[in-house]
């Protein structure tokens, strides 16, 4: 039975540093590109990368293709949830009317919507084809997904059957890795978190 493996990299800082930027499409910082080569190292094993199509994700991707010859494809349903009314703030800015605002909705992610923001629902709908697409089109290779912190939530939610009002419980960093293995296809596919929130090095994961 063949093993698929799945990596998965969130972004490094984009030009502006921290915001809920959700599909506002700022570029990639020189800090964050840093922290992209530090998170992959020398590890260039991937058969495919598949990317989200916004610059803070396909710009890294690109320069990995460059690098290694690693084919890039790019998927419309990896992109980062829509923020609404937030998109583009940060978070102090958002607290300066209402200093919860932000515990209020990682608390309760669905209650507490900004007005204009796409639902958890139809965003773990769409991340969820994308990653069931990944493991039947590449079955039994190492791919790795370029993507947000919103959607490793959900992929992790997907994956660990984690109820979507407790996904903004599960902390991702800029540029961290995780790393999925999947035993199988379709409805007896095991899929196993192997590590989370990590680094690579020409192996294996490293220690932070």
């Given at each position: ?42 590890f ?92 039947e ?58 590590f ?13």
């Amino acid at each position: 039975m063949a093993v698929t493996t799945i990596d998965l990299i969130r972004h490094g800082e984009p030009v502006g540093g921290r915001k809920y930027r959700g599909q506002t499409d700022d570029p990639l910082s020189e800090k964050g590109l840093k922290q992209m080569w530090s998170s992959v190292g020398g590890f260039h094993d991937w058969q495919q990368i598949i990317s989200s199509p916004l610059l803070r994700c396909s710009a890294f991707s690109q320069l990995l293709h460059e690098k290694w010859g690693i084919p890039v494809k790019h998927d419309a349903r990896l992109k980062e949830v829509v923020f609404g009314e937030w998109e583009g703030k940060t978070p102090q800015e958002l607290k300066e009317g209402n200093p919860d605002i932000l515990l209020d909705f990682k608390l309760d992610p669905i209650g507490n919507r900004p007005a204009g923001a796409e639902t958890l629902d139809a965003f773990h709908a769409r991340v969820s084809q994308a990653w069931q697409a990944i493991q039947e089109e590449y079955y039994g290779q190492h791919v790795l997904v370029v993507c947000h912190a919103g959607v490793i939530r959900m992929i992790l939610a997907h994956v660990l059957g984690i109820p979507l009002a407790n996904v903004y419980k599960i902390q991702v960093a800029s540029a961290a890795i995780t790393r999925m293995a999947v035993e199988g296809q379709g409805a007896r596919a095991l899929t196993s978190l192997l590590f989370h929130d990590g680094k690579l090095d020409s192996n294996r994961k490293v220690a932070d």
